[in-house]
């Protein structure tokens, strides 16, 4: 499934290496897991399979024979977080809930998965020796400014409970990595896509809802003008960057890195590039009233990504973007 080659670019690195991916069964999460047991890692899943499925597993999970181990579990309970991460060198911590509109109406929810859930994984991290935790930051960390490039020494401006939660996390991790013998780094990402992400929920990211209505031969929507623009980034691109970042040979110290790959694609031009790439040129984008909150243009300056990781994207977007055209087919249309 992956395009990118793991032995090629990660070598032995993760070989006999025991890790933990939260939210494992998750769209990242699945992909960071199977690029693990392909790089000869023993993975735990920890997942409470609230938007999670083990199905995303069934593509590699025959080739893990012993190496992947799945725990239905949460990250709000600290006793199955400290018994999930013993003897790990890595945590991938994923897990959360994602939704920016399910943070409006639900903060004090979102707060506890993503921040008391985050605290349980860094106490249980530092109790186990744990060498160095990844976080999946997000760029809505940044909010509705309308400066682009993004850089990481911009002002963070969180516009709802999530990206309060992601940045909250942040800080934690930074503070954590100064105050303890643990290592940590927050990966800012940028708008994900690539296979086995979920197009059924009312706020699935824009790749996703347009292959949805397309494969139901409806007009995907847009809301706005369309001539907003975001910074794309095939799934492989995240996997490469946790695992170079859990490589790296120097200290992290709580670092916040932008992960995406630094060029924008407006939203009308994916609309007619997916129209045309499934056959249905016909079902022209059509757009509603744009939304509160929505930003203009979203794009990251990958400069540190490339500096402290040596991170460059390993998979373009036009090269991803068929692949996962193709699951979306497969796993809508049967
Ligand atoms: N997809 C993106 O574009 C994007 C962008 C920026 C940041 N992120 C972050 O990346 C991470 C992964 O996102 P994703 O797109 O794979 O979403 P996802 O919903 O597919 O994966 C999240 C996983 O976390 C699990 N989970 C939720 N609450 C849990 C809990 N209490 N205990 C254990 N597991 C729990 C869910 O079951 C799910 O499997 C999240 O932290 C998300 O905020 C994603």
């Known amino acids: 499934m992956p395009i990118a080659h793991w032995p090629s670019l990660h070598g032995e690195s993760f070989q006999g290496v025991r890790t933990l991916v939260t939210g494992g069964a998750g769209f990242i999460g699945s992909h960071i897991t199977e690029a693990l047991i392909e790089l000869g890692a023993y993975v735990t899943v920890l997942d409470d399979l609230s938007g999670g499925d083990p199905a995303n597993f069934d593509t590699f999970k025959a080739d893990a ?70 976080f999946a930051a997000s760029a809505a960390a940044y909010g509705d400014s309308e400066v682009v490039p993004k850089v990481e020494t911009m002002e963070v401006t969180p516009k709802s409970p999530y990206a309060a939660n992601k940045v909250a996390c942040e800080s934690l991790l930074r503070a954590y990595a100064n105050s303890y013998d643990i290592d940590a780094v927050s990966l800012r990402y940028f708008n994900v896509f690539g296979p086995r992400q979920n197009a059924n929920s009312a706020y699935a990211a824009v790749i996703a809802a347009f292959a949805k209505a397309l494969f139901a031969n409806e007009h995907p929507k847009i809301y706005g003008d369309g001539e907003q623009s975001r910074d794309f980034i095939f799934i492989d691109n995240i996997v490469h960057a946790n695992l170079l970042a859990a490589r790296c040979e120097s200290s992290l110290n709580g670092e916040v890195i932008n992960i995406a790959c630094g060029q924008r694609i407006s939203v009308n031009d994916l609309a007619t590039h997916m129209a045309a790439m499934t056959a249905r040129p016909h079902l022209t984008a059509e757009h509603l009233d744009i939304r509160v909150g929505d930003v203009k243009h979203s794009l990251a300056d990958v400069t540190k990504a490339k500096a402290l990781l040596g991170y460059e994207p390993v998979v373009d977007f036009e090269t991803g973007l068929k692949p996962t055209v193709e699951w979306y087919e497969a796993a809508l249309v049967g």
């Open 65 to 134: 024979d012993d190496r992947l181990r799945f725990v239905q579990g949460s990250i709000l309970d600290q006793t199955v977080v400290n018994k999930t991460i013993e003897g790990c060198a890595y945590v991938f911590h994923q897990a959360a809930l994602g939704s920016v509109p399910g943070s409006v109406d639900q903060p004090r929810k979102y707060h506890d998965v993503n921040v008391t859930g985050t605290v349980n994984v860094l106490e249980a991290a530092r109790a186990a020796g744990v060498q160095r935790v990844m």
